[in-house]
């Protein structure tokens, strides 16, 4: 990719960082990214004036159990830890800005642009006569754009998941390196430390890329396989054994969910239970929250349309690939991109399942959309079939 190209591209994920706060102030003036910021310049403080309770606090918990509940959406440690990192990433980040929001968001898109790039890397070696169309889906989703490019979890979230993605396919295809490995482990603890849930869902995924790896089973077969399986098994653990059941983790972070305080978009849910036919009779409420939401029509200003605009044109895209005819090459079937949609479809219905807001559902569902929008967009491109064999 031409120099001039990765300067403008980064220019767009900084400028839209600086939109984002403004954004956020104008119309939420209570928002998470404010809040980050005042609290990393009272740590910065702290730094200044003493470094070591700075570090050690870091490792403090004020709750009864003090390091369980490492799944729990609320009053645990390591939900805490989650804020705590950053906050305290972005007090340090202070010594050099001062303070000052712009320097940090400039610096901080910097670690989130190599996840975009990471994507990038990862398609460009199965669809190298696609540039254009990665460019745009690795950088340029705006709802990704947006969501990720903000001083806050989603943008080292995002990082981490592009870096491990595109380490899980280095060392698949031959080209293993310790530093590929350093890097996938690096970004497995990255994720359990942000956002721990996504951590759950790998562990299927993995499975059925190792499986992919392994055999001469298309992989497709695999990951479709490995979804029905996946729900199979976590329907009848519940019914054998409710407390051992990935399902009790959804409705405990459901129910903790349901108990902050109301958003203005909020949704009608269902009150799961841990029981199999909690699961079945929610699927479709998670599948249309998740998939789906928000409708145009509920949403309550420009900013909430044009987000459910950009989900109906790729749900449009998505539609109209299911007819389109064109003949993809082998390379469709490259275990790394069924990993990626398999975690995708994952994350996506669970959010549907625990999120009872659409804005909320919009800005992770984000982090996921270029995994599955690639594929599809690329199955349009006469220059689909001319990828090498990898």
Not at 30 to 47: I, P
Not at 116 to 143: D, E
Not at 202 to 216: G, M, N, Q
Not at 223 to 247: C, D, E, M
Request: with cysteine; aromatic share 16%; glycine share 4%.
């Amino acid at each position: 990719m031409p120099f001039k190209w990765i300067i403008a591209l980064f220019s767009a994920r900084v400028l839209t960082g600086f939109f984002l706060k403004w954004m956020s102030d104008r119309y939420y003036p209570v928002n998470d990214y404010t809040f980050l910021q005042d609290e990393a310049y009272k740590e910065y403080r702290w730094l200044l004036n003493n470094p070591v309770d700075f570090a050690l606090n870091l490792f403090q918990s004020p709750y009864e159990n003090p390091y369980g509940n490492f799944l729990n959406a609320t009053g645990s440690y390591w939900k805490d830890l989650a804020n705590n990192l950053i906050i305290k990433f972005q007090a340090i980040l202070n010594l050099i800005s001062r303070g000052n929001f712009y320097i940090n968001c400039l610096l901080i898109n910097s670690i989130g642009f190599l996840g975009s790039i990471a994507i990038y890397r990862t398609y460009i070696r199965i669809y190298p006569s696609n540039k254009w169309i990665l460019i745009v889906c690795s950088f340029l989703i705006p709802s990704t754009l947006y969501f990720s490019s903000g001083i806050h979890k989603d943008l080292f979230v995002f990082t981490a998941l592009g870096l491990l993605i595109y380490s899980f396919n280095e060392l698949g295809t031959n080209r293993f390196k310790v530093n590929h490995l350093f890097l996938m482990i690096f970004s497995l603890i990255t994720i359990a430390l942000l956002r721990n849930f996504l951590l759950v869902c790998l562990i299927p995924c993995s499975v059925a890329y190792l499986i992919c790896k392994y055999t001469k089973i298309k992989s497709s077969y695999i990951y479709i396989t490995a979804t029905i399986l996946l729900f199979a098994f976590t329907i009848a653990i519940t019914s054998i054994n409710p407390n051992f059941s990935p399902w009790k983790w959804i409705v405990e972070r459901q129910n903790e969910f349901l108990q902050l305080k109301k958003a203005g978009s909020q949704l009608t849910m269902h009150k799961l239970e841990n029981n199999s036919k909690s699961i079945i009779e929610n699927v479709p409420m998670a599948l249309e929250h998740g998939f789906f939401r928000p409708f145009v029509w509920d949403a309550s200003n420009l900013f909430s349309i044009l987000l459910g605009v950009e989900l109906y044109l790729f749900w449009v895209l998505a539609g109209i690939s299911l007819f389109w005819k064109r003949k993809m090459d082998e390379n469709t079937q490259t275990p790394i991109i069924g990993f990626a949609i398999l975690l995708s479809i994952l994350m996506i219905t669970s959010i549907g399942f625990i999120v009872p807001n659409s804005s909320s559902i919009v800005r992770y569902r984000s982090l996921y959309l270029p995994f599955l929008l690639i594929p599809i967009w690329v199955k349009f491109s006469k220059k689909a079939n001319q990828s090498n064999t990898l």
